[in-house]
């Protein structure tokens, strides 16, 4: 019902945005051909002046209906690309449709509506691109620590399934969380643990390649894909993190600790699912191991010893 209903205003929006812009592009439009051209308007004059409304008004609905952004210093370089192509474009508009539709010949005060027009259409252009790369930005990024969310990392590793299926490769799964987090809240309130979390991505940042994705899974949960490395890469890697963030001290807390969880993919054998599965049950016998420590995930140790406290090969 919310829905629905949040639908219709922003159609409503829409609708009254288009018809208001309308309106002013087809004012203007007889402003300029009667005072500025000395024409006799004629209606099919309007044909572009209404076409120029619909988009301008949608353009107006899109950016009103969207958040405010706040701009960054780039953002000024966009919004001047954007105007000065705009204006080049509406004064093209312009000179064609003075000289093939109206016949009749240039003069400097004609531009001073498409020159206008160009502005608010640059301006709008340069808003809506500005304001659709935060939205990406949003849409694949975790608010908190900075690190890419679940979704866009799922996003990620399907592709990298479907790269390895299809042209040969490996890669590897780094499953890790904070060990003891649930203390940490209760003794130091959430906002000391959040904290720590953003901390925890900053010390990973500067140990795991840039070809790495690294990605908050949920909670105190994170982690890493990394692309062409294999089992003894990968559990060198996690080992790295591990010593870096337990010798890290942070604020308030001291030192944290993490558990983590390795395995590597496996073509022809392994899917998106069974990868994280396997490196989720490493996780899960980190944990149960004694936590800060690594853990790797073997098919045939796995298989034989399912039961263990720790079934697979451990570092510490």
Not at 65 to 70: L, R
Not at 86 to 97: E, I, M
């Amino acid at each position: 019902m919310y829905y629905q209903m949040a639908t219709k205003k922003i159609f409503l929006l829409y609708i009254l945005y288009i018809v208001t812009a309308c309106g002013v592009t087809s004012g203007l439009n007889i402003f300029h051909t009667k005072y500025v051209l000395n024409i006799e308007h004629a209606s099919q004059y309007f044909l572009v002046p209404i076409i120029a409304g619909v988009i301008f008004g949608g353009m107006l609905a899109r950016v009103r209906i969207a958040s405010p952004i706040i701009l960054q210093p780039n953002d000024y370089v966009v919004f001047l690309k954007y105007i000065i192509f705009s204006c080049f474009v509406t004064s093209s508009l312009n000179v064609a449709h003075t000289e093939l539709v109206l016949h009749t010949q240039l003069r400097s005060q004609m531009f001073i509506a498409p020159l206008i027009a160009g502005l608010f259409f640059g301006y709008l252009l340069a808003r809506i691109k500005i304001l659709n790369a935060r939205l990406s930005v949003l849409v694949t990024t975790d608010f908190l620590t900075g690190a890419h969310n679940r979704m866009h990392f799922d996003e990620i590793l399907e592709k990298e399934v479907i790269r390895t299926t299809r042209y040969g490769g490996l890669f590897s799964i780094i499953f890790f969380d904070v060990d003891n987090f649930k203390t940490i809240n209760d003794k130091y309130g959430h906002q000391v643990g959040d904290k720590a979390l953003i901390n925890l991505v900053e010390i990973i940042n500067t140990c795991v390649p840039h070809s790495n994705t690294i990605a908050r899974y949920g909670g105190e949960e994170f982690i890493i894909l990394s692309p062409e490395t294999d089992a003894e890469g990968a559990k060198n890697l996690a080992e790295q993190l591990r010593i870096k963030i337990e010798n890290t001290q942070q604020e308030t807390i001291g030192s944290l600790t993490c558990s983590f969880g390795v395995a590597t993919f496996e073509n022809g054998i392994d899917t998106s699912d069974s990868i994280l599965k396997s490196a989720d049950k490493a996780l899960y016998a980190a944990k149960s191991g004694g936590k800060n420590r690594v853990v790797f995930n073997t098919r045939s140790q796995l298989i034989d010893r399912a039961n263990s406290e720790c079934y697979t090969e451990c570092f510490h």
